[in-house]
């Protein structure tokens, strides 16, 4: 599935009784045996939940809650999201929010910085935020991020927020960055100083 994001600012906002809230700049949660490839975002993501009970909120770029494939897929959106409920499961993150143990995310990268709890709300609590994913218990491979430069715990500060599986991202500069394309893969990814910012894009969904 190729697909691309460009909304503008997209609000959910749910207080009934759900069990789950999964948001995502292209899909909200994505299965098992599915395969998400050459897709971006570059609109905001904005979720909030409101409970008087546990719940369970993702919120990503692409993916809110994975238990599939994704590869070869950037975001550039900011994501703000939270749930009043300090003690239920939060993921919120720049390309994945919570990568379930089935789940794979490869050759694929987040510029955006603003990744975490909703800024004007300090009631909103963000439990794992990560500037790749919020949490890990999948598979994790050639990712890259910017470094975050706000000292504002409201963002996402690492790679990945939590989770049994750490590995699989690593932090570049923004110059490292618009060089990686070939490492990302050249089958897919091309580069130029003139397009997306001089970040790598993909070859059949260019912005």
């Known amino acids: 599935m190729n697909s691309t994001s460009t909304l503008m600012p997209a609000i959910y906002q749910q ?11 292209i899909v909200g949660a994505l299965w098992k045996g599915s395969t998400l490839n050459q897709c971006f975002n570059t609109g905001k993501i904005y979720g909030a939940l409101t409970c008087q009970i546990e719940k369970y909120v993702c919120a990503a770029g692409i993916v809110g809650e994975c238990f599939g494939n994704v590869e070869n897929c950037y975001n550039k959106g900011d994501v703000s999201a939270g749930n009043t ?8 993150g720049g390309l994945v929010g919570s990568m379930q143990p089935t789940g794979t995310l490869k050759n ?5 910085l603003n990744i975490g709890r ?23 491979s050639n990712v890259y991020y910017l470094p975050q430069t706000s ?57």
């Open 85 to 92: 409920d300090s003690t239920s499961g939060q993921a919120f």
């Open 108 to 112: 694929s990268y987040n510029t955006s």
């Open 15 to 25: 207080y009934n009784n759900i069990e789950h809230l999964n948001i995502g700049g």
């Open 151 to 207: 000292t504002s715990t409201v963002y996402a500060t690492a790679g990945i927020g939590g989770g049994s599986a750490m590995s699989g991202t690593t932090q570049k500069t923004s110059a490292q960055l618009q060089g990686l394309a070939s490492t990302l893969g050249s089958t897919y990814w091309v580069q130029s100083s003139s397009i997306n910012g001089g970040f790598p894009y993909l070859k059949n969904n260019q912005p």
């Open 118 to 140: 909703i800024p004007l709300y300090q009631n909103y609590k963000a439990q794992y935020k990560g500037l790749v994913c919020g949490a890990n218990e999948g598979t994790i």
